[in-house]
């Protein structure tokens, strides 16, 4: 069974720090396309980032760009999300993803496997 695993989330102040963590097992993801998405009440799920496993290639939604940064650390099959600079629109449930493709998507449909989610709540 594919497995993932998150946590770190929590509530944060504007301008704040978090770093969410998604810890991968059941099978290799070496050759898998890993991702974080959000998704806010009411609204639909978004993509935030994805990264490619082997080369660390990173692709990232504009609204973030420059606030947050996911990496990889393949000797403990983790993926992590760096979230700087909080704002309240950031407020979402947030959730790792892993896709049985190896070129870059952003549709959710396209992720095969999906953590539990983590809740993250920035203040005003």
């Known amino acids: 069974q594919v497995r993932l695993v998150e946590s770190g989330g929590g509530l944060v102040q504007t301008g704040g720090s978090l770093r969410l963590s998604c810890e991968l097992s059941?099978?290799?993801?070496?050759?898998?396309?890993m991702g974080w998405f959000r998704q806010a009440p009411g609204k639909e799920r978004e993509f935030v980032t994805a990264i490619d496993w082997i080369s660390s290639r990173t692709e990232n939604a504009d609204s973030v760009k420059g606030r947050f940064t996911m990496s990889r650390d393949s000797a403990t099959n983790t993926v992590y999300l760096q979230m700087n600079n909080l704002k309240p629109e950031d407020t979402a449930v947030y959730y790792c993803a892993a896709s049985e493709f190896t070129t870059f998507q952003i549709e959710p449909r396209a992720y095969h496997y999906w953590g539990q989610g983590t809740q993250v709540t920035v203040s005003s």
């Open positions: 059941g099978r290799s993801f070496s050759r898998y396309l």
